[in-house]
């Protein structure tokens, strides 16, 4: 079994940053693509950030230009580094692996961590 676990989430002013980390952990997979989502109340999950096992990059329309997205393979974790936080940022973020089995794609994702924006 494979677990996420995301951290780094809290209150950060308007203007501010912050950076989100996910350690992946558990049974070793053939990670086909590593993301990061979020979700607000109300509203559907979006993505903020993806990358696949070619390198592709694929970030959300609201926060084009003010994500990064990374990882550290010695650590098993993955970052998503934030700027230029508004209050429309205030969300639920959680990270997510989808790793390729003889069964066919797997879905895993962490348990999420708050981030609100406000002053």
């Known amino acids: 079994q494979v677990k996420l676990v995301e951290s780094g989430g809290g209150l950060v002013q308007p203007g501010g940053s912050l950076r989100l980390a996910c350690v992946v952990s558990g049974s070793i997979c053939s990670i086909n693509t590593m993301g990061w989502y979020r979700q607000a109340p109300g509203t559907q999950g979006e993505l903020v950030a993806r990358?696949?096992?070619?390198?592709?990059?694929r970030f959300g329309d609201s926060v084009k230009g003010r994500v990064t997205f990374s990882r550290d393979n010695a650590r098993n974790t993955m970052y998503l580094t934030m700027s230029s936080l508004k209050p429309d940022d205030t969300a639920v973020y959680y990270c997510?692996?989808?790793?390729?089995?003889?069964?066919?794609?797997?879905?895993?994702w962490g348990q999420g961590t708050q981030v609100t924006v406000s002053s």
């Open positions: 997510n692996i989808a790793c390729d089995t003889a069964r066919g794609p797997v879905t895993y």
């Open positions: 990358i696949t096992s070619d390198g592709s990059t």
